[in-house]
């Protein structure tokens, strides 16, 4: 007896969800077997009739025969090496890093049923995969696979609405301007991304910071359900009443549980905006981050306000650019008038509606370049965010003579309204707590032109931590979570989470996921064990 003897003769063929189902993969589990009820094969595939079994993951000609495999099951959804369609898909990343990657083949699935094929061929050929939503984020592997499967969303792009319009059914193919786009006309939109390349699938699994979180928390908070692909090919709904262990998982947890298809979002009213960057002279620094601290402390009087400030250099002047979003067009609300009576040298503030901003934000954000986030997280204290920038600073001659650098620091609040949430719908695996009171997420970005910058810019950036945490920890202001959507590659996010939200993450892997395919086979991004990359500086 096999997995797949649970259905009872129901199949997931055509897309059916199977919603109800054991998840439990049975020992004795065959990969042939499932392909079958999928309605593919394996005998009949030329490239697999000299596999007797699962292979090594070593084997050389493993990706060979799992991307002709996909090719005989699927033909134009699957594009080799020096095509158009892969070219398409290597030359759309946002980082260079990303971009760089060569998969052995691009795979483009229109339907669930044909992510759960190319996951059991993976499985059955030992050819690792990773999938790409947006593509992001800003390290090699994270949703490309070097030499393997690279399963790109892109065109299960569909966005629908419920009968009463209250949940949004979203492909992991869409951008966060696409999903805005698709709602705006019936006044909605759903808790998401602030640029409009952002795709959904990463953003929502890692948290999800939106111009709508003090009104009703992260993404991953005002998740409905989920649908997901499990390592045995079975498609499953995952929601608070339905898998909510696994529902909570993937509140936070990453690509650790399996492949998700399709987010089911709560939707929210989305009228008109007001909002822009307005920019201040180093002069106004100490003023600025009383009004940013003044914000986040009002947070629960007044939700509609979204902020954060970056500090930067431009042709050799200290700037700080905040970024201040009103969820309503109110030109003036009170809850900012700190910040405006502060002297600016610009101000891009406009009434703008939510496609517009995300698309106005997306300049910031420019494609084609070396990239990397790195993040911290610290207990609000205003002396200590002062000389966390006045330390910036003075750093950045370190990376003065790297071509293109442009380094930044960025904070943000987490702040009690958004903690709060956080326990909605029997709450997520990030191990934040209101009774911690706000918080401040501060991290670095940094683009920079070549390769050989690389291990400078990282060290500057680690080198520049170093110093920020001893400083945190001898204050008691030190904080452990990390935030997964900005993390670098040196970073373990879920450790951050705490030892017991960690230990249960893994536990809920391996019900799932007793063969831990999601851990080894598609070894990018965030894994439970670690970093992705280990060395130090």
Request: include cysteine; hydrophobic fraction near 40%.
């Amino acid at each position: 007896m096999h997995l797949w003897s649970f259905l009872g003769g129901i199949s997931a063929i055509g897309g059916v969800t199977l919603a109800h189902v054991s998840p439990s993969e049975m020992d004795n589990f065959n990969i042939a077997s499932a392909l079958e009820h999928l309605g593919v094969e394996v005998w009949k595939i030329p490239a697999l009739q000299s596999f007797s079994g699962v292979q090594s993951r070593s084997t050389e000609n493993a990706c060979s025969a799992a991307c002709a495999s996909l090719n005989f099951v699927f033909g134009s959804k699957v594009s080799a090496q020096d095509t158009a369609g892969y070219s398409n898909f290597t030359g759309s990343f946002w980082s260079v890093q990303q971009e760089e990657v060569q998969p052995h083949c691009v795979f483009r699935p229109t339907v669930n049923t044909e992510v759960s094929i190319a996951v059991l061929l993976s499985r059955f050929t030992g050819c690792e995969f990773a999938a790409r939503s947006g593509g992001h984020a800003a390290f090699t592997g994270a949703s490309s696979s070097p030499g393997g499967i690279s399963i790109w969303f892109k065109d299960m792009n569909e966005v629908t609405l419920n009968e009463d319009k209250s949940v949004a059914s979203i492909g992991p193919g869409n951008s966060w301007v696409s999903v805005y786009s698709a709602l705006e006309p019936y006044g909605l939109a759903a808790v998401g991304g602030r640029a409009a390349s952002i795709g959904v699938g990463g953003f929502v699994l890692g948290g999800g910071i939106s111009y709508h979180s003090n009104l009703y928390g992260w993404a991953c908070d005002n998740v409905e359900s989920f649908e997901v692909v499990t390592a045995s090919g079975l498609i499953i709904t995952a929601s608070e009443s339905s898998y909510p262990d696994l529902y909570w998982a993937l509140r936070g947890g990453g690509n650790n549980f399996g492949l998700v298809t399709k987010y089911n979002l709560y939707t929210i009213p989305c009228p008109e905006m007001y909002g822009g960057a307005r920019t201040f002279l180093q002069t106004e620094f100490k003023e600025v981050i009383n009004a940013f601290i003044n914000v986040i402390n009002n947070a629960s009087v007044d939700g509609h306000a979204q902020q954060y400030v970056a500090f930067l250099q431009v042709n050799g002047t200290n700037l700080a650019s905040a970024e201040l979003t009103y969820t309503l067009n109110v030109a003036n609300p009170e809850i900012f008038k700190q910040y405006r009576s502060i002297p600016a040298v610009s101000d891009t503030s406009s009434s703008k509606t939510l496609v517009q901003y995300v698309e106005y934000l997306e300049t910031d954000n420019p494609f084609g370049l070396r990239e990397v986030y790195w993040p911290i997280t610290v207990h609000m204290d205003e002396d200590f965010l002062n000389w966390v920038v006045k330390t910036f600073y003075s750093m950045i001659p370190q990376v003065a003579h790297v071509s293109g650098a442009m380094p930044v620091i960025i904070y943000q609040g987490i702040t009690e309204p958004i903690l709060k949430k956080m326990t909605n719908y029997g709450g997520n695996a990030l191990g934040l707590k209101a009774s911690t009171g706000p918080i401040i997420l501060m991290h670095v970005s940094c683009w920079w032109t070549n390769e050989s910058d690389d291990n400078t810019v990282y060290e500057f950036i680690n080198s520049f931590w170093d110093k920020v945490i001893a400083q945190a920890k001898s204050l008691g202001v030190d904080n452990d979570y990390i935030y997964m959507n900005y993390a670098s590659m040196f970073q373990d996010p879920v450790a951050g989470y705490g030892d017991a939200n960690k230990a249960l993450l893994k536990k809920i892997a391996k019900n799932y996921d007793p063969a831990a395919v999601y851990q080894t086979l598609q070894p990018g991004y965030f894994k439970l064990n670690g970093a992705p990359v280990t060395d130090s500086f």
